[in-house]
C-alpha cells in the first residue's frame, strides 16, 4: 500500500496504556487546544489515556501548544509535506494502547466519559474491531443546512455499516490496535478518503460498530469555503479513485485555517 511509516513489527511495542488517542495535525493553533483540553489528567488516569499529537510540518504554534498538553509530540523532522495518512500511521507507530482513537484536532467531543465508557465497553467484544460515530457541525456554527446534510450522511453511514460495508470519517474512528496492525494501517497513497478506506479493510476482519446515541462535532470551515456541492463531488471523485485505483485523485488535501 505504500505504506512506510506503520507496519505490522509494532506488535514489539511495550502496551502499558489501554487507549491512545491519536490527533493528526498542521496548522491546527486556533482549534487545537479545544480537543487537547477535554483530556484532563482525571479523564487520562481513569481511562489509562495517553494523547499523542502527530504534527505534519506545522509553522505556526501549534506544536508549542500540543506540547503542553499531550502526552507524546511528534514532530515532523524530515521537512517533507505529509498527508493525514502518514500523520495518523506516524501516531499509531508510537502508540502504546489497545485501543486507538483517531480524532481530528478540530474535532470535539461532547459527554467525552460517557463516550469513552460506551468505546470500552463495546470493544470488551472481540468480534467488533472498529468503531465510529456521527459527525456534526459545531453548535455554535449549525445552520438548517449543516443540520440536514449531515443528518442525511450519517444515516447514509450508519446503514452502510449496518449492511456491512464498514464506513467512518477520519474526525472519529475507534480501532482495536492488533486490528489496525493486521491490515498495515491507513494507505499513504490516499490523501483523501483514506478513512472510508481503511474501515473497508477493517471490516474484513471483523464488525464496525456506529455509536447512534453518540456524537462528535466538528468546524464548518471547509463547507463555509467551497459550499456542500462543490465538497459532496470532491468526495465522490476522490471515493471513486479510491475504489478503482487504490489512490486518491488529489494528491494533497488542502488545510483551510
Same mark, same amino acid.
Given at each position: 500500500?505504500?505504506?512506510?511509516?506503520?507496519?505490522?513489527?509494532?506488535?514489539?511495542? #511495550?502496551? #502499558?496504556? &489501554?487507549?491512545?488517542?491519536?490527533?493528526?495535525?498542521?496548522?491546527?493553533?486556533?482549534?487545537? @487546544?479545544?480537543?487537547?483540553?477535554?483530556?484532563?489528567?482525571?479523564? &487520562?488516569?481513569?481511562?489509562?489515556?495517553?494523547?499523542?499529537?502527530?504534527?505534519?510540518?506545522? !509553522?505556526?504554534? !501549534?506544536?508549542?501548544?500540543?506540547? *503542553?498538553?499531550?502526552?507524546?509530540?511528534?514532530?515532523?523532522?524530515?521537512?517533507?509535506?505529509?498527508?493525514?495518512?502518514?500523520?495518523?500511521?506516524?501516531?499509531?507507530?508510537?502508540? *502504546? +494502547?489497545?485501543?486507538?482513537?483517531?480524532? #481530528?484536532?478540530?474535532?470535539? %467531543?461532547?459527554?467525552?466519559?460517557?463516550?469513552?465508557?460506551?468505546?470500552? =465497553?463495546?470493544?470488551?467484544?472481540?468480534?467488533?474491531? +472498529?468503531? !465510529?460515530?456521527?459527525?456534526?457541525?459545531?453548535?455554535?456554527?449549525?445552520? @438548517? &443546512?449543516?443540520?440536514?446534510?449531515?443528518?442525511?450522511? #450519517?444515516?447514509?453511514?450508519?446503514?452502510?455499516?449496518?449492511?456491512?460495508?464498514?464506513?467512518?470519517?477520519?474526525?472519529?474512528?475507534?480501532?482495536? =490496535?492488533?486490528?489496525?496492525? *493486521?491490515?498495515? +494501517?491507513?494507505?499513504?497513497?490516499?490523501?483523501?478518503?483514506?478513512?472510508?478506506?481503511?474501515?473497508?479493510?477493517?471490516?474484513?476482519?471483523?464488525?464496525?460498530?456506529?455509536?447512534? &446515541?453518540? =456524537?462528535?462535532?466538528?468546524?464548518?470551515? =471547509?463547507?463555509?469555503?467551497?459550499?456542500?456541492?462543490? %465538497? @459532496?463531488?470532491?468526495?465522490?471523485?476522490?471515493?471513486?479513485? %479510491?475504489?478503482?485505483? *487504490?489512490?486518491?485523485?488529489?494528491?494533497?488535501?488542502?488545510?483551510?485555517?
Amino acid at each position: 500500500m505504500g505504506n512506510n511509516h506503520f507496519t505490522k513489527d509494532q506488535n514489539n511495542l #511495550n502496551i #502499558n496504556k &489501554k487507549i491512545s488517542v491519536i490527533i493528526p495535525a498542521y496548522q491546527e493553533e486556533k482549534l487545537i @487546544i479545544n480537543i487537547l483540553k477535554q483530556f484532563d489528567d482525571n479523564l &487520562k488516569a481513569k481511562f489509562l489515556i495517553e494523547l499523542i499529537v502527530s504534527d505534519g510540518g506545522s !509553522t505556526d504554534e !501549534t506544536v508549542q501548544i500540543a506540547k *503542553k498538553y499531550a502526552d507524546t509530540v511528534i514532530e515532523n523532522s524530515s521537512k517533507l509535506k505529509q498527508n493525514i495518512s502518514i500523520g495518523r500511521n506516524i501516531g499509531a507507530a508510537n502508540a *502504546k +494502547g489497545d485501543i486507538l482513537i483517531f480524532l #481530528n484536532a478540530d474535532t470535539m %467531543v461532547p459527554n467525552i466519559e460517557n463516550f469513552l465508557s460506551e468505546i470500552s =465497553r463495546e470493544m470488551i467484544n472481540k468480534e467488533i474491531v +472498529g468503531i !465510529t460515530c456521527p459527525v456534526y457541525v459545531y453548535p455554535h456554527e449549525e445552520t @438548517i &443546512k449543516d443540520k440536514i446534510f449531515h443528518f442525511i450522511l #450519517n444515516i447514509y453511514f450508519y446503514t452502510l455499516n449496518l449492511v456491512g460495508l464498514g464506513m467512518g470519517r477520519g474526525e472519529c474512528q475507534v480501532v482495536r =490496535r492488533e486490528s489496525f496492525i *493486521k491490515i498495515g +494501517g491507513y494507505n499513504e497513497n490516499i490523501a483523501a478518503g483514506e478513512d472510508f478506506e481503511m474501515f473497508k479493510r477493517l471490516r474484513r476482519l471483523g464488525k464496525i460498530k456506529f455509536l447512534w &446515541k453518540h =456524537r462528535v462535532y466538528e468546524s464548518p470551515r =471547509r463547507y463555509r469555503k467551497y459550499g456542500y456541492i462543490r %465538497v @459532496i463531488i470532491t468526495w465522490l471523485l476522490n471515493a471513486i479513485s %479510491v475504489l478503482i485505483f *487504490k489512490k486518491s485523485l488529489q494528491n494533497e488535501w488542502k488545510p483551510i485555517r
